[in-house]
């Protein structure tokens, strides 16, 4: 029997927000889901609801989404219904850890303030790309510029080599280092300007595509087959994706980016308080992003080690279940600062998912809740169940072994808090 919906999935209507998500009781999807929720200890913790995103991948790269490929970044309409859920227009969104910027192109089109913080260089150059509006004409004629200006150039030519990669030959062709180099140059002939950093996030996608790893996952495997040739080719076709969506992005915006590391109190203006927080933060022993993101770190000049050293501890594959405490401690620290940053009675949610190790269910995201509610006063007010229904599944089956046996999520949570009043 399909799931009863519990409210209309929103947005039919406006192809331009995004797939509709359909929610429904958690009852519904028990027999399947309810184990898990059991295993996680969520089921106790209130009303508890499934979410479903429709529509592709490509339906769900809508506005700005589909500018750059950024592994772990959650499906936009997510954003869009816990924006409209928790907040009103003209108030202010933050996400600690905003990654490529889905919660900035949400809260841009729904008229919200939104401020957004990472740690990873590739990730804030990403964002701030998604969700500064350019003059069609104008990025189309530097666009223009950039190829008529690019030739590729050697390391002799033009000194631009990647840095705190062991083997750049191993993920690079010669003549992909050489093109890369070469729009490099191209692309600081122009002005500082928005539509540089919409490019450079053009060229920042290319990076992937045209390295020898695979575009399939996250982690770096050598998947020389998948490797493209046509660099200037490939920037070119990212650059035209990106100049229709960011040509089309309100320009009333109020999105800020910047350099944070979330387990520090959130830098807000003097008296500034959030009305909604939303984090969706790296989850334990899942994806290490300045290990995802390496290539391009290390083609604009940023040491993925440096970045590290910042990043929240998830572990990534170590497989001891002990490591857990501390991302557990990590997180606490991140959610508090939420709750701190959110105007009494405003609402925190919390996106993460759980993982299995040695065949063991480990419950990170209750764990922190319940560290949480040691420090600081606040409601449980909901619990979601997201359950995906592209990426992550088919790659699960793409490996022709189930999630338990691959240490993977397959749902993730969406844990809402409520501030005091
Ligand atoms: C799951 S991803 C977020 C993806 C994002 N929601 C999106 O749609 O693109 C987690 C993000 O947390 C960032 N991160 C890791 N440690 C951090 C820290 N200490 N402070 C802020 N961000 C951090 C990572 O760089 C990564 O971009």
Same mark, same amino acid.
């Given at each position: 029997?399909?799931?009863?919906?519990?409210?209309?999935?929103?947005?039919?209507?406006?192809?331009?927000?995004?797939?509709?998500?359909?929610?429904?009781?958690?009852?519904?999807?028990?027999?399947?889901?309810?184990?898990?929720?059991?295993?996680?200890?969520?089921?106790?913790?209130?009303?508890?609801?499934? @979410?479903?995103?429709?529509?592709?991948?490509?339906?769900?790269?809508?506005?700005?989404?589909?500018?750059?490929?950024?592994?772990?970044?959650?499906?936009?309409?997510?954003?869009?219904?816990?924006?409209?859920?928790?907040?009103?227009?003209?108030?202010?969104?933050?996400?600690?850890? =905003?990654?490529?910027?889905?919660?900035?192109?949400?809260?841009?089109?729904?008229?919200?303030?939104?401020?957004?913080?990472?740690?990873?260089?590739?990730?804030?150059?990403?964002?701030?790309?998604?969700?500064?509006?350019?003059?069609?004409?104008?990025?189309?004629?530097?666009?223009?510029?950039?190829?008529?200006?690019?030739?590729?150039?050697?390391?002799?030519? %033009?000194?631009?080599?990647?840095?705190?990669?062991?083997?750049?030959?191993? @993920?690079?062709?010669?003549?992909?280092?050489?093109?890369?180099?070469?729009?490099?140059?191209?692309?600081?002939?122009?002005?500082?300007?928005?539509?540089?950093?919409?490019?450079?996030?053009?060229?920042? =996608?290319?990076?992937?595509?045209?390295?020898?790893?695979?575009?399939?996952?996250?982690?770096?495997?050598?998947?020389?087959?998948?490797?493209?040739?046509?660099?200037?080719?490939?920037?070119?076709?990212?650059?035209?994706?990106?100049?229709?969506?960011?040509?089309?992005?309100?320009?009333?915006?109020?999105?800020?980016?910047?350099?944070?590391?979330?387990?520090?109190?959130?830098?807000?203006?003097?008296?500034?308080?959030?009305?909604?927080?939303?984090?969706?933060?790296?989850?334990?022993?899942?994806?290490? %992003?300045?290990?995802?993101?390496?290539?391009?770190?290390? @083609?604009?000049?940023?040491?993925?080690?440096?970045?590290?050293?910042?990043?929240?501890?998830?572990?990534?594959?170590?497989?001891?279940?002990e490591n857990a405490a501390k991302y557990v401690n990590?997180?606490?620290?991140?959610?508090?600062?939420?709750?701190?940053?959110?105007?009494?009675?405003?609402?925190?949610?919390?996106?993460? =998912?759980?993982?299995?190790?040695? =065949?063991?269910?480990?419950?990170?995201?209750?764990r922190?809740?319940?560290?949480?509610?040691?420090?600081?006063?606040?409601?449980?007010?909901?619990?979601?169940?997201?359950?995906?229904?592209?990426?992550?599944?088919? @790659?699960?089956?793409?490996?022709?072994?189930?999630?338990?046996?691959?240490?993977?999520?397959?749902?993730? %949570?969406?844990?809402?808090?409520?501030?005091?009043?």
């Amino acid at each position: 029997m399909p799931a009863p919906p519990v409210s209309k999935p929103s947005h039919l209507s406006l192809p331009e927000r995004g797939p509709a998500v359909t929610r429904a009781r958690v009852d519904s999807v028990a027999s399947t889901y309810g184990p898990q929720l059991r295993d996680a200890e969520l089921d106790d913790l209130g009303p508890t609801e499934a @979410w479903t995103v429709e529509g592709s991948n490509r339906a769900n790269g809508y506005a700005t989404h589909g500018l750059f490929r950024y592994f772990g970044k959650y499906p936009p309409p997510i954003g869009r219904e816990l924006i409209q859920d928790h907040s009103a227009p003209g108030d202010l969104v933050l996400d600690p850890t =905003g990654g490529s910027g889905t919660t900035g192109v949400e809260a841009l089109l729904a008229g919200r303030r939104c401020r957004l913080f990472d740690v990873s260089p590739t990730a804030l150059a990403v964002a701030r790309a998604k969700t500064t509006p350019v003059c069609g004409d104008a990025a189309r004629e530097a666009l223009a510029q950039v190829v008529e200006r690019y030739t590729p150039a050697t390391a002799t030519e %033009y000194p631009l080599e990647p840095v705190g990669l062991r083997n750049p030959d191993h @993920w690079f062709l010669p003549e992909t280092a050489d093109s890369l180099r070469g729009l490099h140059r191209s692309l600081h002939t122009l002005d500082d300007t928005p539509v540089r950093q919409l490019l450079h996030a053009a060229y920042l =996608g290319a990076i992937r595509r045209c390295s020898r790893a695979t575009t399939q996952q996250g982690r770096l495997f050598l998947d020389a087959d998948t490797a493209r040739t046509d660099t200037l080719d490939t920037f070119v076709r990212f650059s035209n994706r990106a100049i229709k969506g960011a040509s089309a992005l309100p320009t009333n915006g109020d999105v800020t980016v910047c350099a944070h590391d979330a387990r520090q109190p959130l830098p807000l203006a003097n008296g500034e308080q959030a009305d909604f927080v939303f984090t969706h933060p790296p989850y334990f022993n899942a994806y290490k %992003y300045s290990r995802i993101n390496s290539l391009e770190l290390a @083609w604009t000049g940023v040491k993925p080690a440096d970045v590290r050293r910042s990043e929240i501890r998830e572990y990534f594959k170590i497989g001891k279940p002990e490591n857990a405490a501390k991302y557990v401690n990590d997180m606490q620290g991140v959610v508090e600062n939420c709750l701190d940053a959110v105007r009494p009675g405003g609402a925190v949610a919390v996106m993460i =998912g759980d993982t299995r190790l040695q =065949g063991t269910h480990i419950p990170v995201t209750r764990r922190i809740i319940d560290q949480v509610r040691e420090t600081r006063r606040m409601e449980v007010e909901k619990v979601v169940l997201r359950i995906p229904r592209h990426t992550e599944a088919s @790659w699960v089956s793409s490996q022709r072994r189930t999630a338990d046996k691959l240490g993977v999520p397959l749902c993730d %949570y969406i844990v809402v808090l409520r501030a005091p009043q």
